[in-house]
């Protein structure tokens, strides 16, 4: 996941703020779907992840003139998501009867045994790709987060602090506890990769693109 | 024994008594990056656009003027701000006229007067033109009022004043409570407009002033 470069959206963002209401939808366009992974496995729930992508989005267009263009607009708007994901979990700990589950009502076990996906043809390792995800939704919120920048978005420990508002020591933390509880929950995937090679181990990501074909974790609510 | 369910973190106490090798870590890391971006629903993002083209004017745009090519805010002569402003000039000049006339008795109420008296209308209703004007700046002009208590107006006399004649006593006091009640009216509803404007109800709130990122709650 390469960086946008802040030149890139300088553009798009003068044109809004010069009145352009249509310059935003650029903006939508390039991060839109990055916003979307990141609110999709903060919140796991698909409607509520979408309320806050466009949520996410209406709230930077409102305060596009605070918005710093020496920094990345793409960190700005991750970390508008992630403050709006915050809020959401937050309310959901106040309401449990509400859609998820409460990071603490998870049972990691479970992703040990969770039931075979549906095979698809030609796929030599149909649960891989979908463990990975289980494993990362199944983590605590703060690990979650900074595991989700880390891996799936690519951004660095610092990037990580800037968007999730921590410091850099608390960042690291997370990811090494997160990494810890990976490395079991993925314990036999590792050993299956190390029998296939890198290239089936990669393969996961993959087959992110069919959402339908995917049964819900036990996590999701 | 603990019902609840362990935590992730359980899962490895101690990190340090079984770190995972540097071998176990990059083959992880590995395997986690080769995780992708999950796909957008279909259509989501044309909706996010809709809903930022359909937003109400976001407080940098309401500076920008008609020269702004895609503001949603139908062209006016005046913005709602301008508006607002002229309605309650509008409002406090009528009520400044009105209480004048009403209350002050300054020029056009000294003209009623001298039209009352030269009709044959006896001027101690405190109508009196050149008295009460300039009497005003020794003395508060409910010494007027009061002379007028003190001697009743010849009511026979008023009675026979000409309908035609123009400022009669009426018409001017009910032109002058006109103007104060359309005033006042027209304060209320600019009040009124003001305390209605669009609400946060049809759309998600905007974050706060001090930090556009919001926060967590």
């Not at chain 1, 891989?128 to 989700?148: H, K, M, N, Q």
């Not at chain 1, 990669?202 to 339908?212: F, L, N, S």
């Not at chain 2, 002009?141 to 009061?146: A, E, L, N, V």
């Not at chain 2, 018409?171 to 027209?186: E, N, R, V, Y």
């Amino acid at each position: 996941m390469q960086d946008q470069a802040p030149d890139d959206d300088a553009d798009p963002i003068r044109r809004v703020l010069a009145g352009d209401r249509d310059a935003f939808g650029l903006l939508v366009a390039r991060h839109g779907r990055r916003v979307h992974d990141l609110a999709r496995r903060m919140l796991r729930d698909a409607s509520e992840a979408d309320d806050a992508v466009q949520q996410a989005f209406l709230n930077a267009f409102r305060a596009l003139d605070r918005f710093d263009p020496q920094r990345p607009f793409r960190h700005w708007i991750l970390r508008i998501t992630t403050n709006l994901c915050r809020n959401r979990l937050a309310a959901r700990r106040l309401h449990p009867g509400a859609r998820g589950t409460a990071p603490d009502e998870i049972d990691p076990t479970h992703l040990r045994v969770a039931p075979p996906s549906p095979v698809r043809e030609g796929d030599d390792d149909p649960q891989g790709g979908e463990r990975v995800r289980a494993a990362l939704e199944s983590l605590p919120d703060t690990y979650r987060l900074a595991a989700v920048l880390r891996y799936v978005h690519g951004l660095s420990v610092e990037d990580i602090a800037e968007v999730a508002d921590e410091p850099l020591g608390t960042v690291k933390t997370h990811l090494f506890r997160a990494r810890a509880a990976l490395a079991v929950l993925l314990a036999p995937i590792e050993r299956g990769s190390q029998h296939r090679g890198p290239a089936a181990a990669h393969r996961g990501g993959g087959e992110a693109g069919d959402e339908t074909r995917r049964p819900a974790s036990g996590t999701k609510g | 024994m603990d019902a609840r369910p362990p935590l992730p973190d359980d899962l490895l106490p101690d990190p340090s008594a079984e770190a995972p090798s540097a071998e176990n870590t990059a083959r992880l890391e590995a395997l986690l990056r080769g995780e992708e971006l999950l796909p957008v629903p279909v259509g989501l993002l044309s909706r996010v656009r809709d809903a930022v083209k359909d937003a109400p004017p976001a407080p940098f745009e309401r500076h920008l003027g008609a020269d702004a090519p895609n503001l949603r805010a139908a062209p006016s002569a005046l913005s709602s701000r301008g508006r607002s402003v002229a309605q309650r000039v509008a409002a406090a000049v009528l009520v400044a006229v009105g209480a004048a006339l009403t209350f002050a008795g300054v020029e056009p109420v000294a003209a009623a007067g001298e039209t009352l008296r030269e009709a044959g209308v006896p001027t101690e209703l405190g109508l009196s033109p050149r008295p009460v004007v300039a009497d005003a700046v020794v003395r508060p002009f409910t010494d007027g009022w009061s002379r007028a208590w003190e001697q009743p107006p010849d009511m026979a006399a008023l009675a026979q004043v000409p309908a035609s004649v123009p400022g009669g006593p009426l018409t001017l006091a009910s032109l002058s409570l006109a103007l104060l009640g359309s005033g006042l009216g027209l304060a209320w509803r600019a009040r009124g407009r003001r305390a209605s404007s669009p609400s946060s109800l049809s759309h998600p709130p905007a974050p706060s002033s001090s930090s556009p990122t919001g926060g967590p709650a």
